[in-house]
């Protein structure tokens, strides 16, 4: 019996006890027993003291008899263990639909996934994966039905792929029979998965898409082109424009088109280089034709044209030009000539004033010559005391027919074969005895008034004297320099031919044994403009030669 | 210490009053109180009004150092009606179970001294 004992004191004196009251008093309502630790001992055991657990008539008030019915209210067919209702509400599908999707899943658990790609690739032109698909003939495809179909069952997931590098899911009905003449699958029936094809991504367009290191050789290019640009910037002339630099200095490298002067060599450099623009002197000056060697005197009733023809094997300078004659006084006619093929230029001296017999200086300009290079000399000398001329003024005309007054008309202005010139020249003086008198073998020289460089040398082959106002003259070429143009007043000098014979100088053989050391020598004789045989002989011209170091990288722009 | 006759304690009315009880089971045995919640009624039996509802936690006190044991601080008295007020003790286990002790009675006496 449980009690609570209840003790009061008044407070009058703590330590004296004796004022304290007690009273016991039992609890009323409980079980008053000493607990027990042993569940047997318990008292009601066989008491219904848990109502919360079912007991079989607790059991059946709250849950259907095992023995009940089931009847779908659906169509569905009755059911062996639980009534389900299913309500088509919510996914408007048929009780029927759900069963046969769950039947579905079933049978793919029960086969298992299987996952396989198929290729169409039967057409060109129109990559679209449904007109691929349905076109393709699938024998020897591990699905294929054995009638050229891709047989897809329901747990087969197949990505179609084609020409165009596209991955498409097949998202379509399954079980199916794709290909030709299977079912008609159109777009909706595949979804894009990915591509390999990176033109066909999107966005490729996009800020950094692409590193420049992800570009083969696009970092390597790029420093190339930035080493070219620095290579530009720094180098001294990159745009071609020339540099006058001033006189030249010692050790100094000038880059191309620095233009130089040294001494009375004016140059522009055509490479990077040190090296000087004037020639270096390499050795002494040299004669073509050993000083003293002692010329004779030939003859021939023609006028005479002799020339020498030096191929330089010394790099060096011409520094002068020589001519000898066995005559000169006011009857002597001469014209000298220099051909540089090298600079393309034709040198014309016409009557120079030379002496009897001796080598005369014409000129001491220096000619820049290298190894290969040739250089032509060519003397037309006659005594005009000896011959018939006629001299006077024309205009050119271009064409055949008849002259007109003043005029001589030529068929062509570098080879004319027929020429004709009126009675009348532009003084207006009549002209005709002497024009009728010229016979074959005369000579004609004509050149441009205005333009002496501008010359034909021509023989008379045949005269036509019947026109009243003109006379004509069949021709052939001794010597073109440059054409003459129509429409130009000329200057015409017809020689006629010779009656004695004219004197000429000659050293008989003489480049046969005496070659000089800085080139090879060739000469040419004519008579009349007719070559003659001998090459060897010397004849009265030459040149002096100063051997010198030219170097290759300075183009002349002007020379003493 | 005196045990009091009929379950009657008497007390002065003005003085302070406190009560330490001990809770023990039919053996003797103190009975933890731990869980436990405890009550007890102050009424005057002429008005029937209140005069103290002592609850856990306020006027009683669980003693931290006596198992079973706690106090009651019923506190002044002076204007408590003479007489004998019957009170008892009311107990609710952990369990929610509740069970009384049987009554006992408070005897309030008018002091002599003011």
């Not at chain 1, 998965?193 to 420049?212: E, K, S």
């Not at chain 1, 130089?260 to 034709?289: C, F, M, W």
């Not at chain 1, 200086?361 to 000619?367: C, D, F, G, K």
């Not at chain 1, 090879?520 to 011209?541: C, I, K, P, R, S």
């Amino acid at each position: 019996m449980s009690m609570s004992t209840i003790r009061y004191t008044d407070n009058t004196d703590p330590e004296n006890t004796s004022h304290e009251q007690e009273v016991r008093v039992t609890h009323i309502g409980v079980n008053n027993l000493v607990g027990v630790t042993d569940h047997n001992l318990l008292n009601g055991l066989d008491e219904d003291g848990h109502p919360q657990y079912l007991t079989d008539e607790r059991g059946d008030a709250k849950y259907p008899t095992l023995e009940h019915a089931h009847t779908g209210s659906d169509g569905t067919e009755e059911l062996n263990s639980l009534n389900v209702t299913y309500d088509s509400a919510e996914s408007k599908l048929l009780a029927t639909e759900v069963q046969g999707a769950i039947d579905e899943l079933k049978g793919i658990t029960d086969l298992g996934i299987i996952e396989y790609s198929a290729l169409a690739y039967a057409v060109g032109g129109d990559n679209f994966i449904h007109d691929a698909v349905n076109a393709m003939n699938w024998a020897g495809h591990n699905y294929e039905n054995g009638a050229g179909l891709l047989d897809v069952k329901l747990n087969h997931v197949v990505t179609f792929g084609n020409e165009a590098s596209i991955s498409y899911r097949w998202v379509g009905h399954k079980p199916v029979l794709l290909g030709s003449g299977g079912v008609a699958t159109t777009a909706a029936d595949y979804q894009v998965i990915g591509t390999a094809d990176h033109a066909l991504m999107i966005n490729t367009d996009l800020p950094n898409q692409h590193t420049i290191g992800a570009v083969t050789g696009l970092v390597a290019e790029q420093a190339r082109q930035d080493q070219d640009l620095a290579d530009h910037i720094v180098a001294a002339n990159p745009h071609g424009a020339m540099f006058w630099n001033g006189a030249w200095v010692e050790g100094t490298s000038y880059f191309p088109n620095s233009v130089v002067r040294e001494g009375n060599y004016l140059s522009i450099a055509n490479k990077l280089t040190t090296d000087h623009v004037a020639p270096q002197e390499n050795g002494g000056p040299e004669l073509g034709i050993i000083a003293g060697t002692a010329l004779t005197t030939a003859s021939n009733q023609s006028i005479i044209t002799v020339a020498h023809t030096y191929t330089f094997i010394k790099t060096g300078y011409i520094q002068e030009v020589y001519v000898h004659v066995p005559l000169w006084n006011t009857d002597t006619v001469v014209k000298l000539t220099g051909i540089n093929p090298k600079t393309n230029t034709l040198t014309v001296i016409d009557n120079p004033i030379l002496t009897t017999n001796a080598w005369t200086l014409i000129r001491a300009n220096s000619v820049g010559m290298g190894i290969g290079d040739t250089f032509k000399l060519e003397l037309d000398y006659f005594n005009s005391a000896k011959v018939d001329e006629v001299r006077g003024g024309w205009t050119s005309k271009l064409g055949t027919g008849t002259a007109a007054a003043q005029e001589i008309l030529l068929d062509s202005g570098s080879a004319p074969v027929n020429i004709e010139i009126s009675h009348t020249d532009l003084d207006g003086d009549g002209r005709a005895n002497e024009l009728n008198s010229v016979s074959i073998n005369d000579l004609i020289y004509i050149h441009e008034t205005g333009d002496a460089s501008r010359s034909l040398e021509l023989k008379v082959t045949a005269v036509n004297t019947i026109p009243d106002n003109s006379t004509g003259y069949t021709v052939t070429v001794i010597d073109v320099s440059k054409e003459i143009r129509d429409n130009k007043t000329c200057t015409i000098n017809i020689n006629k031919a010779l009656t004695v014979a004219q004197d000429y100088n000659e050293i008989n053989d003489y480049f046969a044994a005496n070659q000089p050391s800085f080139a090879t020598v060739t000469t040419e004789l004519y008579y009349d403009g007719v070559l003659q045989a001998d090459t060897n002989n010397a004849f009265g011209l030459d040149i002096k030669f100063q051997p010198a170091d030219i170097s290759p990288d300075w183009d002349p722009l002007s020379f003493p | 210490m005196t045990a009091c006759t009929n379950n009657i304690i008497d007390i002065k009315i003005g003085s302070t009053a406190k009560f330490a009880v001990l809770y023990a089971d039919a053996a003797g045995n103190p009975v933890s109180l731990v869980g436990y919640d405890i009550a007890m009624d102050f009424v005057d039996k002429k008005t029937g009004e209140y005069i103290l509802q002592a609850t856990l936690g306020e006027e009683i006190i669980l003693d931290p150092y006596t198992i079973g044991g706690y106090n009651i601080e019923a506190g002044d008295t002076s204007e408590w009606p003479v007489g004998i007020m019957p009170v008892d003790i009311k107990y609710t286990d952990p369990q929610g179970i509740t069970h009384y002790t049987e009554d006992f009675g408070l005897n309030m006496i008018l002091g002599r001294t003011l």
